[in-house]
């Protein structure tokens, strides 16, 4: 199966490779049109490698990973980003002496042109209008998370890939964070949201995905899941 070419995501058989060491087992995930999908697991379940090999970043992968019809094994990252998928990455990677201004600019020069543009972002998280001029490390850790999405949305992208934009920041901050879903969810994008918290994660979610020790150990609908089922199999044993 390819998947068509309305589907977000298709990932089959999916392995992760470290040398010897494999990170991610067998992994069969896939995003519907205009779904939000979210992937738990703790501290090394193998999220972050999941979202590498989508975007072609992983050392070495196995498998099948189609995105809009498109086989991304056969991409490379600038023409997926193109094609209308983005990252935001675990740390958040923003160019530190670049201001708030330039660092979101890149994701606009490499993306699709679309209806997300600069001044919509600064709508949608005036503080960053009001330091667009500061260098980028200058910010708090929840303001360089809004640039690290801004960034991301600016690609314009169909299917948008966070990997635990709330670890470390404060409530209050990652409430504003998240606040933001539902609006790039009425831009008609699709989403994967990885985070550790759980509870946060699942109240987002359309479906989510439990990862353990790099396999799916658990696929359902928030509302249909029993809390104590998931944490086992969120930790095991
Ligand atoms: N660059 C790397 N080299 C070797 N092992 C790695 C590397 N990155 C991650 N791993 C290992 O792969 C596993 C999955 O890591 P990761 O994908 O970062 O998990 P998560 O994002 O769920 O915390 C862990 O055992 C981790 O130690
Ligand atoms: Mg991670």
Redesign the pocket.
């Known amino acids: 199966m390819s998947g068509a070419d309305d589907e977000p995501l298709r990932v089959e058989k999916l392995n992760v490779y470290?040398g010897q060491?494999r990170?991610v087992h067998d992994i069969d995930l896939t995003v519907a049109a205009g779904e939000i999908v979210s992937v738990i697991?703790a501290?090394?379940?193998?999220?972050?490698?999941?979202l590498k090999a989508i975007m072609q970043q992983a050392?070495r992968a196995e498998g099948s990973i189609h995105a809009f019809g498109l086989n991304l094994r056969t991409m490379s990252t600038p023409q997926i980003v193109a094609a209308g998928v983005a990252l935001v990455p675990?740390g958040r990677r923003l160019f530190p002496s670049l201001t708030v201004a330039e660092n979101l600019r890149i994701g606009w020069e490499i993306g699709r042109r679309g209806s997300i543009t600069l001044d919509r972002i600064y709508s949608w998280f005036p503080v960053l209008a009001e330091r667009r001029d500061q260098p980028a490390r200058r910010l708090s850790g929840g303001q360089q998370q809004m640039v690290a999405l801004g960034r991301a949305l600016l690609a314009n992208p169909r299917l948008l890939l966070c990997d635990e934009i709330s670890l470390g920041l404060a409530p209050v901050v990652v409430g504003q964070l998240y606040d933001i879903l539902p609006k790039i969810r009425a831009e008609g994008i699709s989403m994967i949201v990885i985070e550790q918290d759980v509870v946060r994660s699942l109240a987002v979610a359309d479906r989510f995905y439990c990862?353990l020790e790099?396999a799916v150990s658990l696929v359902g609908r928030p509302q249909d899941a029993n809390r104590d089922v998931i944490m086992r199999h969120y930790f095991g044993g």
């Open positions: 470290y060491f990170a697991g501290n090394g379940a193998g999220k972050t490698s999941f050392d675990e990862f790099g």
